[in-house]
């Protein structure tokens, strides 16, 4: 299916951040809420990767994750020339990654399509560096799909942390208005006992 999606997935404004209000509006939050670069970011469910690409061009250095194909290639030809930035093909309910090795887990629009949120949450969050930070940009949708911000809070204080609610419902970050709940979750990992990762 996000095979099919990849060849329209960035025609929304929020996709694609073709339209330079939107991609600043993405921009000015993104970094409010992460550490300043060159911090390491890793991008789980990418998707073309234009996430990756605002944040490597602020000077992060940038992993990104994405399940289809055909995301992953054109992710990559969007970030290509980019120093210290990668993609790859893998599952980001089960990311093939190195244990506390990010400063940043970011995800969009990810969470609610993976199937057990609390375990995939759990691994995302022992990819962080201590005190590294957790960013999720979720929403319930129109359509019936995604999770409500009071699930994804749940989800987090659930894996151990302590997240902050801020509704996403400026229009500049969409491209226009919007009538569904949209957010953002984020949560500072603590200290981690190396155990974990044996």
Known sequence: MWDAEAVTYDEPADHGLADRGVRDAW??????????????????????????????????????????????????????????????????????????????VLSRHVLWAMPDPAAALRRWIRLLVPGGRLVLVEGMWSTGAGLTAAQTVELVVGAGLDPELTLLDDPALWGGPTTDERYLVTAVSAAWNRSEFL
């Open 27 to 104: 921009r000015r939050l993104l970094l409010a809420e992460i550490p300043p670069p060159p911090g390491r970011v890793v991008e789980l469910g990418c998707g073309t990767g234009t996430l990756a690409r605002l944040l490597a061009e602020e000077g992060y250095r940038v992993d990104g994750l994405d399940f289809a194909p055909e995301m992953v290639v054109r992710a990559r030809a969007k970030l290509a020339g980019f120093a210290g930035v990668t993609v790859k093909q893998g599952d980001a309910s089960e990311p093939a990654l190195s244990a506390a090795s990010y400063d940043v």
